[in-house]
């Protein structure tokens, strides 16, 4: 097949006017792009790049007819719906696209949305409230500690070692310095102390890979966002400090028992149909007291070689080109194309 994989590439340009390094948490480096591309040709597809810039729909529509699937790992950069940029175009120009489409991409971004649908499912997720400004009323429902996070964003952007907070007074200071940073809601989270876990999943009906426990450093309540190790000497040249803190560790497969491993994808599995996800995802949780709580669901997981999705597939015994070659042939399948 012509597969054409759709990004978007770290630039020096995002973080002008003193904006914080993790806004480039969720974009690639060249090094990811060129690990994508060698996987897919690997396979036998050939692969065309286009950039998910302000090009990008001419772009697209001048080269329709020669693509049979777009792989799209674009984020997206600006405004609430970046992640649904890009699925909306494909929609609009009929060409087929692995992924999930542009209303579950808004949904899922919107972490209160996504957790809105999964209660009205049944599926078990921290009680939480969406705050705008530092001075909100915080509902009484909520109890402490809580976790504060960005709405609209995922990598771990805007988390640090001081998100989770253990009284008004911390989460005032706290919530003042994301909204005035970051200049977007935040959502104000029961934070449930368990073990953490991370399920990838691939397919129509999904199917889960490995399980991956996330095991955390001492000190540390929630992962936070570091550089890849081909972004860090881009930093440096750009004159940006950077320090690298790791915050977790991670096993896979995770040694649980096979009761909890069915409880665990029985959940995740739930809130993939809920949200309406497509041909791949990754869903992070909490357990606790026999009690999975979905936290978020990643429709466009980090998918570099060396990131999580792809190592719980190495633990199921496939190569990165057959991780990839495997879910656009679910995309290919779906919307009933030739491969």
Same mark, same amino acid.
């Given at each position: 097949?012509?597969?054409?994989?759709?990004?978007?590439?770290?630039?020096?340009?995002?973080?002008?006017?003193?904006?914080?390094?993790?806004?480039?948490?969720?974009?690639?480096?060249?090094?990811?792009?060129?690990?994508?591309?060698?996987?897919?040709?690997?396979?036998?597809?050939?692969?065309?790049?286009? #950039?998910?810039?302000?090009?990008?729909?001419? !772009?697209?529509?001048?080269?329709?007819?020669? =693509?049979? @699937? &777009? +792989?799209?790992?674009?984020?997206?950069?600006?405004?609430?719906?970046?992640?649904?940029?890009?699925?909306?175009?494909?929609?609009?120009?009929?060409?087929?696209?692995?992924?999930?489409?542009?209303?579950?991409?808004?949904?899922?971004?919107?972490?209160?949305?996504?957790?809105?649908?999964?209660?009205?499912?049944?599926?078990?997720?921290?009680?939480?409230?969406?705050?705008?400004?530092?001075?909100?009323?915080?509902?009484?429902?909520?109890?402490?500690?809580?976790?504060?996070?960005?709405?609209?964003?995922?990598?771990?952007?805007?988390?640090?070692?001081?998100?989770?907070?253990?009284?008004?007074?911390?989460?005032?200071?706290?919530?003042?310095?994301?909204?005035?940073?970051?200049?977007?809601?935040?959502?104000?989270?029961?934070?449930?102390?368990?073990? #953490?876990?991370?399920?990838?999943?691939?397919? !129509?009906?999904?199917?889960?890979?490995?399980? =991956?426990? @996330? &095991? +955390?450093?001492?000190?540390?309540?929630?992962?936070?966002?570091?550089?890849?190790?081909?972004?860090?000497?881009?930093?440096?040249?750009?004159?940006?400090?950077?320090?690298?803190?790791?915050?977790?560790?991670?096993?896979?497969?995770?040694?649980?028992?096979?009761?909890?491993?069915?409880?665990?994808?029985?959940?995740?599995?739930?809130?993939?149909?809920?949200?309406?996800?497509?041909?791949?995802?990754?869903?992070?949780?909490?357990?606790?007291?026999?009690?999975?709580?979905?936290?978020?669901?990643?429709?466009?997981?980090?998918?570099?070689?060396?990131?999580?999705?792809?190592?719980?597939?190495?633990?199921?015994?496939?190569?990165?080109?057959?991780?990839?070659?495997?879910?656009?042939?679910?995309?290919?399948?779906?919307?009933?194309?030739?491969?």
């Amino acid at each position: 097949m012509n597969v054409a994989i759709l990004y978007n590439l770290i630039r020096k340009e995002l973080i002008k006017g003193g904006k914080p390094l993790d806004v480039l948490a969720e974009l690639d480096s060249r090094e990811t792009i060129a690990a994508e591309k060698k996987a897919f040709e690997d396979a036998g597809h050939k692969v065309i790049l286009i #950039e998910a810039d302000k090009n990008a729909f001419l !772009n697209l529509k001048k080269m329709s007819k020669k =693509i049979d @699937v &777009v +792989f799209n790992v674009a984020e997206g950069v600006h405004g609430m719906s970046r992640r649904s940029q890009i699925p909306g175009m494909l929609e609009m120009l009929n060409i087929p696209c692995a992924g999930s489409d542009a209303l579950t991409q808004d949904l899922c971004l919107d972490k209160s949305m996504a957790k809105r649908i999964m209660i009205q499912h049944g599926i078990s997720t921290p009680r939480f409230q969406v705050v705008e400004s530092a001075s909100e009323k915080i509902s009484k429902n909520l109890s402490y500690p809580i976790i504060l996070k960005l709405v609209h964003e995922g990598s771990q952007m805007g988390l640090d070692k001081e998100s989770v907070v253990e009284n008004e007074h911390a989460l005032r200071k706290k919530l003042k310095h994301l909204i005035s940073v970051y200049k977007e809601p935040v959502l104000i989270e029961e934070f449930i102390e368990g073990r #953490e876990f991370t399920i990838p999943l691939v397919g !129509n009906p999904p199917e889960t890979l490995p399980i =991956i426990e @996330v &095991v +955390f450093e001492k000190d540390t309540r929630t992962d936070l966002w570091n550089p890849d190790d081909p972004v860090i000497p881009l930093l440096k040249k750009w004159g940006k400090r950077v320090k690298v803190t790791p915050s977790s560790t991670s096993i896979c497969p995770a040694k649980i028992s096979k009761e909890m491993a069915e409880k665990l994808n029985n959940a995740v599995k739930g809130a993939y149909n809920a949200l309406n996800c497509k041909d791949f995802c990754r869903i992070d949780m909490i357990y606790r007291n026999g009690v999975p709580y979905i936290l978020e669901l990643n429709p466009t997981p980090g998918i570099d070689p060396t990131y999580w999705f792809p190592r719980s597939a190495y633990a199921a015994g496939m190569t990165y080109s057959q991780l990839l070659d495997k879910i656009i042939t679910c995309a290919a399948k779906r919307q009933g194309r030739k491969q």
